[in-house]
């Protein structure tokens, strides 16, 4: 009997360990893809010098992953075109099986 009772908290240990790891795993793999995303978007409007075509297409991007991109610009007196600005993207973060979830921003500023 003593056997039976040890086996069946091995059995449930190794499991919550399997379960937790891949919690964490699945986590720190959607903050990745939530950090990569952000330097694409970075990437390509600062390739297309802010155009708000690429601007727009950034943030249905981000819609379509379940993200939400923010973009601030700043504009110098006397110009037309935006010089600089901040970028923030919200996403989720944290392990759904055991409910754990939130929500994170990263920031980037465009030059």
Known sequence: MEVIVKSFIGIFCLLLLTVTGIGITSASVASRNADSFLASCVERMEDSHYAKSVVE?????AEAQNYDLQVEWSTPA???RAAYGNVALTYVYGMSFFDLENTRVIHAELW
């Open 78 to 80: 006397g110009k037309e």
């Open 57 to 61: 297409a950034c943030q249905a991007d």
